[in-house]
């Protein structure tokens, strides 16, 4: 099967400036989640969409992200306006059945702000 | 909330010789404790995970033990290789709707 897709693999950015993220999930899965990874720590979650309702977006800092999936299939994760910190990689994960099957992460992209 | 406490955060090791991960955790509601591999510049990927209905799974040469009175599972690696080097993480899940709850990852260094 098809993996996780994600797209842009790399972005650079100046501070203040906006970036969006796109992630595919794998074909039938129910359940995507956008990770942050910042370099030497393990992967935050930032949200969990179950189709396209929100099921947990308590660590998603709402003044800057954003996130939608709007037909419950492909998502894009946005930050407005971007700061230094965010630098990280952000990953994109899926799951068929969240509990009882293993998320599935997506090759990430990598945001570098400067 | 789950939290999960990871150590040690480095670990090296001669190829051939073992290697030990354990994460302890404080949320006695978790169920699912899987580990994941991630090399650099990949994306994490699962290589075992236990639920909390058992006390030990083995695959090859890894495994994973769970203590669920002292809240705490360890990753086990035997006969390591240099193939082995990476970052590994344990996780937490089955609290929320499957969400994951990650530890701070060991980087495992496999000396030929």
């Known amino acids: 099967e098809a993996g996780v897709a994600q797209s842009p693999r790399y972005k650079i950015i100046e501070k203040r400036q906006s970036v969006a993220f796109w992630c595919n999930p794998i074909?039938?899965?129910?359940?995507l989640y956008w990770y942050q990874q910042i370099l030497g720590q393990g992967p935050k979650l930032l949200i969990q969409f179950q189709n396209n309702g929100v099921v947990d977006d308590s660590q998603l800092p709402k003044d800057r992200f954003s996130a939608e999936r709007l037909k419950g299939v492909d998502s894009t994760l946005k930050i407005q306006p971007a700061k230094l910190e965010d630098s990280a990689v952000y990953l994109c994960?899926?799951?068929?059945?969240?509990?009882?099957?293993?998320?599935?992460f997506g090759n990430g992209t990598r945001l570098t702000v400067t | 909330g789950e939290n999960v406490e990871q150590h040690p955060s480095t670990l090296s090791v001669q190829e051939g010789d073992s290697a030990v991960i354990k994460c302890t955790y404080s949320?006695?509601?978790?169920?699912?404790f899987p580990w994941y591999k991630q090399e650099l510049g990949k994306r994490p990927q699962l290589i075992i995970d236990i639920r909390s209905n058992v006390g030990e799974k083995k695959d090859q040469r890894i495994a994973v033990t769970l203590n669920k009175t002292a809240k705490h599972f360890s990753l086990h690696i035997t006969e390591t290789q240099p193939e082995d080097s990476a970052v590994y993480f344990c996780a937490l899940g089955g609290t929320s709707y499957g969400k994951l709850t990650f530890g701070q990852g060991t980087i495992l260094t496999v000396h030929p």
């Open positions: 074909s039938g899965h129910a359940t």
């Open positions: 994960a899926s799951s068929l059945d969240p509990g009882n099957s293993p998320l599935h």
């Open positions: 949320d006695s509601a978790s169920n699912y």
